[in-house]
């Protein structure tokens, strides 16, 4: 048939034209009932100087030289409605130096001269124009075209990203543990959250603060979070999920992806709503918690003793000889609350308990606060907040009370023997504990308890 064609387009008459032609994987997806999705290849040919597309052909595997062949002679002779004439170009122009070299003699044939071209953005614009009005919105784009942003840096996004998903570490840790996370490790702070426990979406979110991590994990709406806080991310998904350029350029470049549904998008969430690609600098961040969080997670957070766990790792060449600092766990409580939940480690066992250290750690707060309103010494004083720590301690664990009440602190100071066994039974101790009780207990006379 080829052949034919090629008789048919030699009669024709030539003009000075230049056209260009792509052989490349088109910007949709064909999505078979039967089958998986798949993208079409698109052979697209245009002529230069008028910006027309002349004929476009969709296959569903890579064009060999004489599909290319057979859609350039197409657009000699039936070329699409609106595109001109029937005319035979000048010139060829093709962005793939090996179809160059499969069609070249053959367009000679016909007195058309073929040459290479690296680049045809005319060809990219329209694919991207046709992509536009199928999806009716703008094409999400491409990592590479963020200022900034290099091969190598998005390669190890690419590769950091397969090798977090491999790893899964939200095997280990859950979606409401955040990871303090500083990149180098004397700069700022930010916070990372693993996704994945919950079993339906997996990836890594950074959070710009403490305050941010409250409002995310208090609220109850989640499309709420994305007109109050600003965040970014790498999430995994299926390939149909990808924006077509960093499909494209993976194809190109060969960077990995872990599976069929661990194809990394990165997007950043900017109140009210808005959705967009992050920076360099943003994307560097993500490569490098991705490599470093499996790593900490396993290694350090499993062990639940000591110290709260901190690590620093070493980054690949890409990040400049930087490295990445984390630390476990992140209070999402406020001073205040963190205060009180630090002096009452310790004194409860479940959740029942723990409340009701919160209600006598709370009001041993309140005695203290008054205790500086007093003309006591600030030696006093400090000896009394001690004692108050003791008292506390020993009412949550020897006191057996369901409910909370200052009530519990009226009549003679409770505990002594506990007191003497487990702190101090030097006289000067216990009449020092004595007499923090008895103070304890005129204030709370003073508040109108035991009348």
Known sequence: MTGKLLNKAHRLRQNDATW????????????????????????????????????????????TPDVVMEALLKAMLRPMLGAGRRVRPARVSLDDADLVEALKPRLAEIDVRCDHRPSLPLADAALREMEVQ?????????????????????RELFAAAAQYYRQAPWRWIGNASPIEVRYPPDGRARYAVVLGSG?????????????????????????????????????????????????????????????????????????????????????????AALRAIPHFVTEHLPA???????????????????????????SLLDPEEQELEEYIEGWYWDEPSHEFARQVGAFLFQFMDYLETTDLSERTIRKHESNCWFIGKLECDYGYHDTFSPEIFLGEPSYLSEFKRKVSDSRYAVDSYKATWRKLERYVRSLGYGE
């Open 134 to 154: 199928m999806t009716k919105q703008e094409p999400i784009p491409g990592l590479l075209s963020v200022p900034g942003v290099t091969e190598p840096l998005v």
């Open 199 to 287: 079993g339906e979406s997996f990836g890594l979110s950074l959070y710009e603060s403490v305050d941010d991590l409250r409002i995310v994990f208090s609220s109850t709406e989640p499309e709420q979070t994305t007109e109050q806080v600003s965040w970014f991310s790498l999430d995994f998904d299926e390939a149909t999920m990808m924006p077509f350029d960093d499909l494209d350029a993976m194809e190109k470049h060969g960077w990995p992806v872990a599976g069929e549904k661990a194809y990394p998008l990165a997007i950043k969430a900017i109140p009210p709503g808005e959705w967009h690609v992050p920076s360099a600098s943003e994307i560097a961040w993500l490569a």
């Open 304 to 330: 639940g003793r000591g110290q709260p766990p901190e690590a620093r790792y070493a980054l690949p060449p890409v990040h400049g000889g930087q490295q990445i600092a984390l630390r476990y766990p992140v």
């Open 20 to 63: 260009l032609c792509t052989a490349r994987r088109a910007r949709t997806w064909i999505t078979p009932k039967d089958r998986p999705p798949y993208r079409p290849y698109a052979v697209l040919v245009l002529e230069q100087e008028k910006e027309l597309i002349r004929r476009i052909e969709l296959e569903d595997e890579q064009p």
